[in-house]
């Protein structure tokens, strides 16, 4: 058995995602030291960097510090409330009888 005191919990780390536009694309591997980098598009000339929450600000101003980023963009994803069933109600749900008629033929 396990003692208490030897188990590590798994923490959820809070991230966001930052869109940094830059000059050239030689410099990637710079920016593999402020987060992990989940999209690279060569042609538009930007990287998708996603980053711990508490150390945004800071590690926003260090990038935009660098001399081969034109700009930064931080994602405004977790501000967005993502619940739209509660907005909706439950008439927006309501299945007509056209599709009524399929999920019981379905069904069947």
Same mark, same amino acid.
């Given at each position: 058995?396990?003692?208490?005191?030897?188990?590590?919990?798994?923490?959820?780390?809070?991230?966001?995602?930052?869109?940094?536009?830059?000059?050239? !694309?030689? @410099?990637?591997?710079?920016?593999?030291?402020?987060?992990? $980098? +989940?999209?690279?598009?060569?042609?538009? *000339?930007?990287? #998708?960097?996603? !980053?711990? @929450?508490?150390?945004?600000?800071?590690?926003?101003?260090? $990038? +935009?510090?660098?001399?081969?980023?034109? *700009?930064?963009? #931080?994602?405004?994803?977790?501000?967005?409330?993502?619940?739209?069933?509660?907005?909706?109600?439950?008439?927006?749900?309501?299945?007509?009888?056209?599709?009524?008629?399929?999920?019981?033929?379905?069904?069947?």
């Amino acid at each position: 058995m396990l003692d208490e005191e030897n188990e590590t919990k798994l923490v959820m780390q809070k991230r966001q995602g930052v869109i940094v536009f830059l000059y050239h !694309m030689k @410099q990637i591997k710079q920016l593999k030291r402020f987060g992990i $980098i +989940q999209y690279i598009s060569k042609k538009m *000339k930007y990287v #998708v960097i996603y !980053m711990n @929450q508490e150390d945004l600000p800071e590690t926003v101003k260090k $990038i +935009q510090n660098l001399k081969f980023v034109k *700009k930064t963009e #931080v994602s405004h994803r977790p501000d967005i409330d993502m619940d739209f069933g509660s907005r909706m109600g439950e008439k927006a749900f309501k299945l007509t009888d056209e599709d009524q008629e399929k999920f019981k033929n379905k069904s069947e």
